[in-house]
Nanobody
Framework: QVQLVESGGGLVQPGGSLRLSCAASGIIFSGLAMGWHRQAPGKQRELVAHITPGGITNYADSVKGRFTISRVNAKNTVYLQMNSLKPEDTAVYYC????????????????WGQGTQVAVSS
């Protein structure tokens, strides 16, 4: 049974930092691309950061230069370091695992965690 468990969310002041962690089990973690998504109230879920099995990363324009995604395959864990947080970063953050779909030539997120709340407010 695949499980993704996020931790590290909380309340932080604007300009502050948080580090989210996501521990995976029940799957060959090193073969997955991993992503952090977020969903703010009244908005659609969006991809924030993505890392391939080989460590290639990409980010949403809104977080470039502030957020860093990384992974430690030996620990089956992916991280999201969030710096210079803004109120608009407030959302539930979800960890997700993706397998490559050759028919569509894209990563498909098949595995999801339960989410962790991040609130940025003074």
């Amino acid at each position: 049974q695949v499980q993704l468990v996020e931790s590290g969310g909380g309340l932080v002041q604007p300009g502050g930092s948080l580090r989210l962690s996501c521990a995976a089990s029940g799957i060959i973690f090193s073969g997955l691309a991993m992503g952090w998504h977020r969903q703010a109230p009244g908005k659609q879920r969006e991809l924030v950061a993505h890392i391939t099995p080989g460590g290639i990363t990409n980010y949403a324009d809104s977080v470039k230069g502030r957020f860093t995604i990384s992974r430690v395959n030996a620990k089956n864990t992916v991280y999201l370091q969030m710096n210079s947080l803004k109120p608009e970063d407030t959302a539930v953050y979800y960890c997700a695992g993706a397998q490559f779909e050759w028919s569509r030539r894209t990563w498909a997120y098949d595995y999801w965690g339960q989410g962790t709340q991040v609130a940025v407010s003074s």
